[in-house]
């Protein structure tokens, strides 16, 4: 048994004594949640009790960086303005500094019951009755970098994770662990050498059965265990569920609630939100969620939400599956040039790279030759589009198509494109992985025109190689998960315990683990997405998990500082007068329909040459919203090839000739966050542009856009 201290190694200045002075550095959120100082990740324990929306996250006292995670603590009365608490759960480590427990992402209920027994008296009432205290209790998983033996005997592991408890009388100020953790030491049987690997507990009050669910994840497993209890301490393990839908890399941060279909309460599904990670929408990680049903012990996925990776769409006419893998591409009709000019489809097992996952059959296309030096070219014959969707499979370097660069002496792309009329109209690139994940083009604004597919491989660089296999032609998209934000800055999304079923309420943490620990702020590192109002709703015959950023977030609107309607908005660019500082922060809204121009949209933190700029959009031909941050800002700070922050990411929203879409944007200093008027789509990217960079733009391309309205608000600092 060792005797036990915190970890923290510096002397922290004294909460909120310097919160103004601190909230004006350079990229720091105005109106997002952030640490004082310090790195910060995932949010915990959200929670709302006695009118407070509690906030806890993942915290690093003792630097910018990963490490000694311990859980910080604010509250909020309206979810925009928040107070900084002491931590709530500080890393421990013994007398050595050998660090013995961190604690990692967890959540935290209200046992108004008291069903734990941590009541303690505080009081009497008028009659002389005894009266107890609320409970507030954090469940979390205790992770045990070293082997040693606890105070209360249990014996533990190097690297062990087990979830653990503790509780609070005074609303969440001080916490106290219970002497019993940890309330589930290890995985169960069949899993037991994950114990390494079993984190993230989800708890919630089951009111059916009058007891507590908790979902924690066998990450690598891609497994969520269901467990029970009457008292937060003894548990039993009802059920399991998993793998589905995104399923490389680890499953981490799960919830589980229920929603109201189209509001209807008697129409009730359940939710199952998680973490992905690698494995996200773009590269790095990514947030995915599922309905069903849960009975008190089993969630049952909706066979509507779920994917067969290996089932193509009916009616699918296959293009090329690369299954000659005895013929040259030339052979196949196909031209290759540069390296790959004698070569042709690759038996996937041979590829000498890392194990390649998900393929279908036993071919596919691969620009690895031995090595990651291999460049060149191969172009597929032409064809003409007369399906609405064109699906693949894709996996290897993350190097995209860079329309500033392509062609040019920087052009280092890795990239599957879509050639229509000489131009690229769909591009994509790998997620630095070799499992193959199935991606969509909707091209019905080609249909009959002719196209060719091309691979280019510009890039010598470590994962500068692309593997594509099974391209079909479909009526409908293959897809492969359903993601709850198509942006790279949305992981680990928890939402709270304590509201009503109407009321759901998610945020994320804004950053992605693939260069979260470099992005370039300082004296903190990371922020959490605005809280978001969750709900399903019908779109099109299917139910989706579609949100909006909470109106609470008016109270930070200025006065309107732009609102103006075109009737047809001329091809070009259209600057918008938007004064400082609210050219920087800002609630834009745009409504719009098509005209005779193939793309419409809005170019925020631009400069006046066009070399820095952050473009949101519409592509009314490939019928899908899209944010650019190629030239947002700084992206050097990554450090290291490939640079996974650059970019442009899209999500697909069908419309017609006639309907209106409205894309609802959230820019802070550092991000900017968009939601269509459905809420079927949302994005949230992080950009980091030079103050010069503070004009607003409209842009039409190829022809009008009709009916634009445009609504501005600047955004008042919550600090």
């Known amino acids: 048994m060792v005797s036990v201290t915190t970890c923290i190694l510096t002397v922290l200045i004294g909460f909120g004594s310097f919160v103004r002075s601190y909230y004006t550095e350079e990229y720091r959120p105005q109106f997002h949640f952030t640490p004082e100082q310090n790195w910060m990740n995932d949010p915990n324990g959200l929670v709302y009790h006695n009118g407070q929306y509690h906030l806890f996250y993942q915290y690093n006292p003792n ?25 709530a759960l500080e890393c421990e480590s013994d007398s050595n500094g050998n660090v013995l427990e961190m604690f990692f992402s967890g959540s935290a209920v209200v046992d108004v019951n008291n069903t734990t027994g941590f009541a303690i008296p505080v009081g009497k009432d008028r009659r002389g009755h005894v009266i107890n205290s609320t409970p507030m209790v954090a469940i979390y998983t205790s992770y045990y970098p070293t082997a040693h033996t606890q105070s209360n005997g249990v014996v533990i592991r190097a690297g062990q994770q087990s979830q653990s408890i503790a509780f609070s009388n005074d609303n969440g100020l001080t916490w106290t662990q219970y002497e019993g953790n940890p309330v589930i030491e290890s995985p169960p049987a069949g899993y037991v050498d994950q114990y390494q690997n079993f984190r993230d507990p989800f708890v919630f009050w089951y009111s059916p059965s009058s007891k507590w669910i908790m979902v924690a994840s066998l990450a690598n497993e891609h497994t969520l265990l269901i467990y029970s209890s009457d008292n937060l301490k003894a548990w039993k393990l009802e059920s399991q569920f998993g793998p589905e839908n995104a399923k490389f890399g680890q499953w981490e941060c799960p919830s589980l609630f229920p929603l109201y279909v189209d509001g209807n309460n008697r129409a009730e599904k359940w ?61 196949l009709g196909w031209k290759a040039t540069g390296d790959f000019a004698l070569f042709g489809p690759q038996v996937a097992s041979s590829v000498t790279t890392q ?17 990651d030096s291999a460049t060149g070219t191969i172009i597929s014959p032409k064809f003409i589009i007369t399906k609405n969707y064109i699906s693949f499979l894709i996996a290897g370097g993350y190097y995209p198509y860079n329309p500033s660069t392509a062609g040019t002496a920087n052009d280092n792309q890795v990239s599957f494109s879509l050639i229509v009329g000489g131009q690229v109209v769909h591009s994509q690139t790998g997620a630095d992985a070799e499992n193959l994940v199935w991606r969509s083009w909707n091209v019905a604004g080609w249909f009959g025109e002719e196209a060719y597919f091309i691979v280019t491989d510009l890039n010598t660089n470590s994962w500068g ?95 309107s500082l732009y609102s103006r309607k075109f009737s047809s908005l001329k091809s070009g660019e259209t600057e918008i007068p938007v004064p400082a500082p609210y050219n920087a922060r800002m609630k834009l809204t745009v409504s719009f329909k098509r005209g ?42 990554v450090g290291s090839e ?54 607003v733009k409209l842009f039409s391309v190829g022809g009008t856009t009709r009916t634009v309205t445009v609504a501005i608000n600047g955004m008042k600092s919550s600090w």
Do not use: C
Not at 485 to 506: C, Q, S, V
Not at 670 to 678: I, L, R, T, W, Y
């Open 63 to 87: 630097g910018t960086t990963w490490g000694f995670m311990s859980w910080g603590h604010a509250v909020s009365t309206d979810l925009v303005h928040w107070k900084h608490l002491p931590i």
């Open 271 to 331: 939710v199952i939100l998680m973490g992905v990670n690698p494995g996200g929408v773009i590269t790095g990680s990514g947030t995915q969620y599922i309905i069903g049903s849960f009975n008190g012990t089993t969630f049952v996925a909706d066979p509507s939400d779920t994917y067969d990776p290996t089932q193509i769409p009916a009616g699918s006419i296959v293009f090329q599956n690369f299954e000659s893998t005895s013929s040259t591409f030339k052979e």
């Open 355 to 371: 194990t390649i996952n998900g393929n279908l059959g036993s071919g596919l296309l691969t620009t690895w030759i031995v090595d």
């Open 465 to 559: 190689h692309l593997d594509v296999d099974e391209i079909i032609f479909s009526d409908t998209p293959k897809v492969e998960a359903n993601w709850n934000d198509f942006g790279p800055d949305y992981y680990a999304a928890a939402t709270y315990n304590g509201l009503p079923t109407a009321d759901r309420i998610a945020i994320g943490w804004m950053n992605n683990w693939a260069y979260g620990g470099n992005i370039p702020t300082s004296p903190w590192r990371s922020a959490m997405s605005v809280p978001r109002k969750l709900a399903l709703k019908t779109i099109n015959n299917n139910v989706l998990l579609v949100q909006q950023p909470v109106s609470s977030l008016s109270s930070l609107y200025t006065p």
């Open 596 to 637: 005779t121009g193939s793309k419409f949209g809005v170019i925020l933190r631009s400069n006046a040459t066009n070399t820095q700029e952050t473009i949101i959009g519409y592509d009314f031909l490939g019928q899908n919203v899209f944010v650019d941050r190629f030239k947002s800002g700084d992206n050097a700070f």
């Open 642 to 695: 490939p640079n996974q922050f650059p970019g442009h990411f899209i999500a697909t929203l069908p419309s017609t000739l006639t309907d209106s879409i409205t894309l609802n944007i959230l820019l802070d200093w550092s991000s900017v966050e968009v939601f269509d008027g459905n809420g079927q789509v949302a994005f949230t990217s992080q950009i980091f542009p030079l103050d010069d960079s503070a004009q």
